[in-house]
């Protein structure tokens, strides 16, 4: 007897998501953590808009709103701070503060626009998993 195959049938074994307990649906899609902000056009939201370098400064992109700090060293790095746009401005009114968004062309919103989307991921991946080099043992 011979085996019937649907046209994309190949002899790999599969795994059904749902067996993993993973869900998708159209409100979540699903992306790989390295592809998050790859075509992201990030919104770039400032509470000092006239003088934006002194004030705090928010990103929106894809899923979330990110709040970008900068360390004593310079060093940029963006944490979130809330889902969706009335959470972040019922956390800010709180404070005092609202935001506006700025326009990505000026010079202080490329810049942020830049650090988003070159942002590299807190936790690397593993080595094994990684196609770079590991640093050489001294």
Known sequence: MERRRFPDETDEARIDPAE??????????SLLEEDLFAHADPRIFV???DNPEEGRT??????????RIEGDTGAVEFSPAAEDEDELREWLSEQGLEI????????FGRSVREEFLEQTPLYPEAPELSDQELPAER
């Not at 506006?100 to 010079?107: G, K, L, R």
Request: charged share 30%.
């Open 100 to 107: 506006t968004e700025i326009d990505v062309d000026n010079e």
């Open 47 to 49: 509470t000092d808009p």
């Open 58 to 67: 928010f990103v929106w992109a894809l899923t979330r709103w990110f709040e």
């Open 20 to 29: 993993l307990g993973v869900t998708e649906t159209s409100e979540e899609p």
